[in-house]
């Protein structure tokens, strides 16, 4: 508000070094600050002079102008897209080739925050040809500009196949592959986003990423003290369990089933949401590898998801887990119901508090279309909903015909007498169901 913009531009071209750098960090502190902040320093014409004395100045001033530049673009894909206009890109790759090692980390960070927006951007950072330079800042010996770079990688790779595939072609994946066992947590971190921001994208890259021999060594990670390599490496192993039957399988058969049922059980919060949806995805490709998960014992895990946690998104994933393990035949069904999960799920979907999403995913529906197991829907008939009733009373109708001591049960624990309270619409599938059944019995019992 008193005009100091004005007055540190001028100091950006003093004749003193030190003046020169202490105005440059003093511009990229304002600009760090907010928006409006950053948006003066782009209008106040100052970017074009920092760029050009960023080739001919000692390290300090880059560092202190790669810092300006960084705090510029973070704020909004305009403002990134103003710094590259000015023609920031070229020196700033020039800056990753200085010998200087804080000049390469700067360097490396601002051109993360451009590419970090959208997809354009992030393509023009690649074309400016900086993608080879930090993929060899990874391999630099410094832990502060590895972890940088990494984080650069991650940001370029996760806007499309194309720029991941550009990440990969400059032979980023070993490099990243080596440090998943560093003992430096917040470089584990950035390694598992950025392998997992190239796996996600295609099977092909899930493959290259399997290629580099992350399993089982990955799966260490999910015991880190840090939680957010925990959850980065659940991303990480989520993102290539997604694709295909055969990588789920892999994973599967190196221990990955078990390792995030075990991660899930030892965390809390959001940390559990990569590990929760990553069990549902192994568990939708097929009944054998929905068995996998059963067997590691995935269900009464997932169950605890759905009764300690609190926000609606993470019960939301534990109910679609739950209903991708139990969709595909009568056991695998029976393995969901017997957690005695189903009343828990169904209270969540009639609950008029939870949130849509939640309420489409609670639907036992995918449960209760393969479920024969009696004991566990004979609760849910006191409180279903007509239209979860009509899937309830429809297993019902198929077993009951065939097995005598379920007949002889569904009388003595009071479902018969309950059934006939049902209000069915004459003709309706659910009358259907309610007539075959009572068709089992004779009528002075129905009576």
């Not at 940088?148 to 032979?171: C, F, M, P, R, W």
């Amino acid at each position: 508000n008193s005009g100091v913009m004005s007055l540190l531009r001028p100091l950006l071209l003093d004749v003193v070094p030190t003046i020169q750098q202490t105005a440059a960090l003093a511009l990229g502190r304002l600009a760090n600050y907010n928006d409006d902040l950053a948006e003066a320093v782009v209008k106040g014409d100052i970017l074009p002079q920092l760029v050009c004395s960023l080739s001919e100045q000692n390290r300090f001033y880059k560092k202190a102008a790669a810092f300006v530049l960084r705090a510029v673009g973070k704020h909004s894909p305009q403002l990134a897209q103003a710094i590259v206009q000015c023609g920031a890109l070229e020196m700033l790759v020039i800056c990753l080739e200085d010998f200087d090692p804080g000049v390469k980390e700067a360097a490396s960070w601002a051109l993360g925050y451009i590419a970090r927006h959208n997809s354009e951007l992030s393509q023009a950072v690649v074309d400016a040809g900086a993608v080879p330079l930090v993929v060899l800042c990874i391999q630099e010996p410094e832990i502060a500009l590895k972890r940088i770079a990494a984080s650069t990688l991650s940001d370029i790779s996760k806007h499309s196949q194309e720029l991941a595939q550009t990440v990969v072609d400059a032979g980023a994946i070993a490099h990243l592959a080596q440090m998943i066992l560093n003992p430096d947590a917040k470089l584990k971190r950035q390694v598992l986003s950025a392998l997992s921001q190239i796996a996600k994208h295609s099977v092909d890259l899930a493959e290259l990423v399997v290629e580099a021999e992350i399993f089982p060594v990955v799966f260490t990670c999910l015991k880190d003290s840090d939680e957010y390599v925990k959850k980065n490496g659940a991303t990480l192993i989520r993102e290539i369990a997604k694709h295909t039957p055969e990588l789920s399988q892999l994973i599967v058969n190196t221990g990955g089933v078990a390792a995030v049922i075990d991660c899930i059980g030892s965390c809390r919060g959001t940390v559990r949401l990569p590990g929760i949806m990553m069990l549902g995805y192994v568990a939708a490709h097929s009944e054998n590898l929905s068995m996998a998960v059963i067997v590691s014992k995935g269900v009464p895990a997932l169950c605890a998801c759905l009764v300690e946690e609190h926000e609606d998104h993470i019960k939301a994933a534990a109910a679609w887990a739950l209903g991708q393990i139990g969709r595909h035949t009568p056991e695998h069904a029976r393995a969901v119901a017997e957690a005695n999960v189903l009343p828990t799920l169904l209270a969540m979907y009639t609950d008029i508090r939870s949130s849509e999403d939640l309420q489409i995913k609670a639907t036992l529906k995918n449960i209760l279309q393969k479920c024969t197991y009696l004991p566990a829907l004979e609760p849910l008939l006191h409180d279903a909903p007509p239209n979860i009733m009509k899937h309830i009373v429809g297993q019902f109708s198929k077993v009951l015909p065939h097995d005598s001591k379920a007949r002889r049960l569904f009388v003595t624990t009071g479902g018969l007498k309950k059934l006939q309270e049902i209000q069915a619409e004459p003709g309706s599938l659910l009358q259907e169901y309610v007539n075959t059944i009572n068709n089992c019995y004779p009528e002075e019992i129905v009576r």
